[in-house]
Structure formats: C-alpha cells, structure tokens
C-alpha cells in the first residue's frame, strides 16, 4: 500500500483538489493521504499557513485578528464549495478557527503550534469530507489517534521512537485515512509541529510506520531537474536518484523537498517518488536506497552561495598534534558550524555558511585564531559558492573529475577549493560567486548533452 | 658571510674531505662550517654514527666494545692519514672514544647523546686541525662555546631561543669555525642530540643566529630533483624553490633534508642552497621565502606510501554540530595523527599514516567509531598513496588541476581523494598504491616536457 502526500500547491484551490481526488481514486492502494495546508493559488496569494502565523502576531499584539480568521474560513469554504459536503464540516472548522481567540500567547508554550498546525488539521477534515462526498470510504485521523508521538519542543518537534509501532498497528486499514502533516502530539498531549515544511517528514514518517511499499510526494513540478532552470534551460529531469545523491543535490540549492524529511522513509528503505499532481501521468524522480541505473554517471549538478572561507597556515603545522581539534574547538566556542576543511601539509582551510557571521563576530574569531595558534598566515575568502556534481555511478569512472576540471579551466573559471573524499557521491567545487552560474551551466553541459 | 653545512658522505673519506677543503678555500666568506660525522664511502660501509649505536648497544648489553672503539678510531685516522695534521689530534680522539668505557649506560640519561655526539664532535675537531694544515685560519668551536642550547630531551632536543642571541656574538669572526652538528648543550652543561639527521638543524640554527646571507647544506646530490629518479628518467633539476614547495614535496617522499630542519632559517628568512660536494660549480637548488621565477608553475611531484582511509558516512551528518570535533577526540584518546580530512555533505574521510595503526588498534579504533558516531557506513581503504603536485605558481593558473586529472584518467588511474585547500601550493591526489608509480610518472611528463 502507498502513503500520498499533497503539498500546499495541490491543495490550494477546489480546482486542484479536484485533481488529487482522482489521484486517490485512480489507485485503490493509496490508503494514506497526507495533506499540508491549502498553498498559493497564484504568486501574489497568501498560504494559509502565512495567514495563520499572522495570526499570532496578531494575537501577540492584542489586535483584532477576526478579519484574518474570516479570510482563512473562506480559503476552506472555496475549496469546498463545488463538493457536496457535510454541512457540519465546514462549522466545525468555523468553530476551530474562533478557538484561537481564547488562547493565551504569553502562558502558553504551544501557543504557535495550535495555531499553526490548524492549517494542515482542518485542511485534513476538508479534503476527508470532500473524498466522502466524491464516494470515497475516507476518514479524517487525528495524529494522536495514529500515533504521532513527538517531543515536546515548540516548533521543533522530533519523532519519538515509539510511533513507528503505533503507526503500524493501522497498516491494514480498508478505509483511506486522510492524515494532517506538519505535528505530532507530546506524551502529556499537547500540539508540536516540526520546524516549518515539516509535512514532507509527517508523510515519511507514516510510510516508513506503516511499512508502504511507495511513499509519493506530490508537488506541482514533474520531479527533481538535473540542473537548475533558471541557471540551465530546460534540464533534463532526473528519473531515478538514491537519498545519497538527493542530499547531495539539497544541500546544494536543490530544495522541492525538506531537507531532513526523508530521514525515516531512508531508515525503513521506503522508495520515495516526486510527483506532480497537474500532470500525475509523468513518471515524475524515484528516491531510492540503490540505483540500478548508473550508465549515466552524474545525476545533477548543483550549486549554493554564500559560503566563507577561512585560511590558516603554519610551517611544519602537521607535526603539532591537536592541531585541528584546537581550531574547531574555537568554532564550538563561538558556536559556529563549518562545511568543510581541506587541508594542505601546512595549512588547512575551513568553510563555512556565511550567514553565521557578522563583521564584529568574524573579527573576534580571527582574532582567536591568531592568538591560539599563532599562524603564519591567516585569511578570509568572502563570496565563495559551491558548485556540488553529483552521481553515484562516478565512483567507477576515472574522467569525471577530469572532465569537470578541463570544462571549468576551458571557462576560465578558477578553482579556490576541491574536495572529493572517498565516497565519490559528488565532487565538489568552490568558486567565485560570480562564476558559479556559469560554472553549472559548464558542468551541465559536459555531463547531460 | 655564508654557513656550509657538509653531510657524512661529504666527510666519509680523505678523498672527500680534500674537495670540502678546496670549497672552504674557495669562498673567503664561509665562515662556519657545520659537520656531520663521517658517513659511508661505499654502499656496503658502516657510517661512525652506526657504529656509535653499536657501542651504545654493546656497553648497554656489558658486551666488550674495544673492536669497535678501534673501527672508529680507524675511520678518523684513515681521513687524517694523507693531511699534515697536528698529532695530538688524533690522540685526542683516541682518549675521547675511550672515555666512552666509563660511563654507565643505565643511570646516565645522557649515555646515548655523549655516545653518538662524539661523532660529529671528534670530525669537527679533525676538520679543523686539516683546515689549519691546509694553511687556512680554521679552529674547532664547541656548540657549548658557540651557544647552541637546547631542552633537556635526551635525544630529541630542542632549540632554546636564547641561543639565537648568544650565536649572533660569534657573527663578526675572522676565523673560519668548525662547529659539530646534531647536538647542543642543556642549562646545567649536559650534552643533548637532537632527533637523528639532526646536523642540518645545527646549520640552519648557526645560519639565523649569525644572520649569513646564505645556508649552503652540501650533499651528495646536484639538488633537489622535479621527481623522484627512481620513477622518471633524469628528472630535472629545481633551481629555485620556496620553504613551501620544500614542506609539500619533503612531505612526500623527497628526502634531502631533515624535515624539520630548515625551521629555524624560514624563520630567520635565510635563503639555503642544496649543493653537491663533488660538483661544487653546479649551481644546485635555492630554496627562499618567496620564488622570483614564476614560469614555471609546478615544480616537483612527490609522493609517499602507507597512507590508509577511514571513511565515515551518516544521513544527516553535517547536522549534528560538533561531529568532527568527537571524531577527533577519539583519534586523540588513541593518540592517533590524521593528515587529511576531505568531507562531502554526509561522509568524511580521515586519512592518516597506516604505521601508526596494527590490525587489533584498528579493529578497536573503529569499533569505538561505530559506537560513538553510529554511521550508516564505515570502512577502511588500505594501502593507499598520496601523489602531490607542488608549484608557488598554480595559485595563478586555472589549467593545472584540469591537466592533472585528464593526464591520471588517460592512464585509467582511480582517484580515492583530491585535496586542494586555498593554498593551490599543491593539490594531492590519494590512489591505489600500486599505481604510485604510473601517477607520478604522468604527471611529471604532464609538467615537465
């Protein structure tokens, strides 16, 4: 059985719940749908869930919030409104929405989550509704009643271990089980969302407890493109990727997925597929744990900005153990996160997201450094991107990495760092910002024309 | 005015000496002579400081050293034998090597340092009564005399920095002085060596303490070649290269130079020139803080065996702050040195020196890995080579790393690693050791035809 996960994008409007209701009844193994919160039906529309979190600010700043709450009942109301459901259904929501106004934001410490999470819950009673109306035996679960437990950090929940049995004990359902994504309840019941995209972990999390045999993902595009469209015109679309190459591709600007969601579907080796719920026909990019089809070595090329660089060098650095403990010992201290760390005989380089640091902080860590390890030299690269090819087949081909190198030279695109470790998943470049568009645009096509 | 440094090949006979005599001669301006003990004159010879750890061993064993206490004693004689040399020169040596009978191996610290020092000791004292017969204003300097003061490490001592200024009063000499390398003398007058090879330590320290304009450490060799001889046919001699480019290629596998030798002439910023003593007009090789001759921008390929892989992969990994910091700490609770630490997005490899590690430290060490980190993956890659392309110059030149790796995917070489830092002194290459050689090879006639 399959566990079918509709984005934001799908749900947003009758018309495109029109389309996940024949998704669902086109496949009778679809008995698990999750569902996020009704999204944007065109660029200059407001989610739900922005609407909701305005809301709270709202209440926050003692402001009357009922004209909010009226614009979120209507996005429910339109999408029901071609369907013919429950009376009832829409009271309920009604009611749940003017439950807000009886929360307290200071006292409360899931103050956020209750609100936040209403827009995937009553989004779940809707659609339920709406696939009862349309003759479907579909039922709205409550996280808790499926077992959904999680720990009780606001905003930042995590799945507790327990869940996967509960989950599993509703794996032989008959009904179709219409499931909100996005929170979990703590062991004391209380509301606790994961952080924000966070449906994408729910679905997951429901296929790998109940053992699915395809978890899909249904977005509003055909799937995971080789490339970047707006660096690369029309790329190639990816038809299968492993969880290895599709980090690789998101931690690198690659973002139709949320980044830690696929956690629990790769633990319980759960085939995931990309979809598009406007064209449901397309085969769309299969997540798997192994690729069988590695005739084409790389599977992408991607690229991300606004990394730093700091450069420290030292003559016989090497022979000095401990070295790199002390250097990222300092990071601890300032609580700064590094990428990476190439490293020469005598000097070593650390990589970093810049957004960590401000002009004030990156003086102070400099000046740490100096102190402590009293380099000969010592420097920041600022403006630095990361331009990531990734495929599992290039472990087998010597050329990959001669291929890159000799298109980036042939572009005259200067290589500030390598790194390619043993896992040969991806190599990785770091370059100029300025050059990282053409850099992809080169490396794409070297690899997929 | 200059430092000439002799090595023990130099030194090995009356034959060589001659031609360290007629260099001395040629050039008013070296001033002070460091000198190793005698080496081998021949591929099946003993050198004296071999025969100096025979003696300790056999004194140390109550063995009856006498036999070899007149071998050494031979070796002096027979480099004396053709000079005019004063003869109670020799009766000195004779009374020197002798003293070694009354000590006590066991409750001397110092038994092995006044034992092997003696070599280097009893061969300044004899160069310089040869200097003196040779007509030349030449005089023995004890490094007590000199100021050469170190830690009292037994063994493996280390430079007092007040020896620097204590060496600077001997700058303005009119004699020529022959001082021996390889030790110094602690606070409380006790003899102490530094780690073995430790004469070219001696005179770089004498080179920075009297501020020479030049190091000239003479060898048996025409300089420092762009490869190794035994891999590529006639490789061509460096002319120049920098503290750094030496650092990178000594590191892997060119040995000329004690590798921490030159620390104290980087420092001081004194240029050292390796030159051959049986072809003293052959201009050799410069090494300099900064390289003038840019043209060129690689200059040497080195590389070196017995590195070995620990490859660590886990979903999610760059997640958990902190990561790299406990692998460390695990290598540091084994006492364990890594080299090199290359990252993709959720894998790392820790490259080290395999000698550090036997089957049962291995098998523990990634026993606790698996228990501390709980990788998805976790391997170790044996037998692995690093191949190094060294050159001030490939900062500047976008080429060269495109070169490098189309030259290793043409001869079908895997890479295991590529290690390029913000240095671009070098990138390094990890490969299988059984294609070190072909590696080398490649790359040398990539570079140099």
């Known amino acids: ?180 994504g996005f929170f979990g309840y703590t062991e004391d019941g209380e509301i606790c969302t994961f952080s924000r995209g966070g449906s994408d972990i729910s679905g997951a999390l429901v296929a790998a407890g109940v053992n699915a045999t395809l978890y899909e993902n249904f977005t509003d595009v055909d799937g995971i493109f080789s490339a970047h469209p707006g660096y690369v015109h029309h790329p190639e679309p990816i038809k299968e990727l492993t969880y290895r190459e599709m980090r690789e591709l998101s931690y690198a600007g690659f973002t139709v997925l949320h980044d830690e969601a696929l956690m629990p579907s790769y633990r319980a080796k759960i085939p995931v597929v990309i979809k598009n719920t406007n064209n449901p026909t397309h085969p769309g990019t299969m997540i798997t744990n192994q690729r069988n089809n590695l005739t084409q070595p790389v599977v992408g090329v991607a ?30 201290e300032f609580d700064l996160n590094y990428e990476h760390m190439p490293s020469g005989i005598d000097d070593i380089s650390i990589i970093m997201r810049a957004n960590q640091l401000n002009p004030v902080l990156e003086e102070e860590l400099l000046r740490k450094i100096a102190y402590e390890i009293d380099p000969d030299e010592l420097r920041m690269t600022h403006d630095l991107s990361m331009v990531v090819v990734v495929g599992e087949g290039m472990r087998q081909r010597v050329g990959i990495t001669a291929d890159s190198t000799a298109a980036l030279a042939r572009k005259n695109i200067n290589l500030e760092m390598i790194n390619q470790g043993s896992s040969e998943v991806s190599i990785m470049f770091g370059i100029h910002k300025e050059q990282e568009k053409a850099a992809v645009r080169t490396l794409y096509y070297t690899f997929f024309d």
């Open 303 to 332: 690229s991300d900005e606004g990394f730093c660089m700091i450069y420290i060098r030292k003559y016989l650095m090497n022979r000095e153990v401990g070295f790199t403990l002390r250097v990222l010992e300092i990071f601890k």
């Open 1 to 180: 059985m399959k566990v079918a996960k509709f984005g934001g994008s799908s749900l947003a409007s009758a018309e495109q719940v029109q389309k996940v209701v024949d998704i669902i009844q086109a496949d009778p193994q679809r008995r698990f749908v999750v569902v996020s919160a009704p999204g944007k039906r065109h660029a200059d529309d407001t989610k739900v869930t922005d609407l909701l979190l305005a809301t709270c600010e709202g209440l926050a700043a003692s402001k009357d919030v009922r004209p909010l709450l009226t614009e979120i009942y209507a996005r429910y109301a339109a999408i029901a409104a071609p369907f013919q459901v429950a009376p009832e259904l829409l009271a309920e929501i009604q009611s749940a929405l003017q439950q807000f106004l009886t929360l307290s934001p200071n006292d409360d410490p899931h103050f956020h989550d209750k609100i936040l999470a209403s827009g995937e819950d009553n989004n779940a009673r809707l659609i339920a509704g709406i696939l009862q109306a349309s003759g479907l035996a579909a039922r709205y679960l409550n996280p808790e009643e499926l077992g959904i437990l999680v720990t009780d950090e606001p905003q930042n929940a995590r799945i507790l271990p327990a869940s996967y049995t509960k989950i599993n004990a509703w794996a032989e359902t008959e009904e179709i089980l219409v499931i909100p």
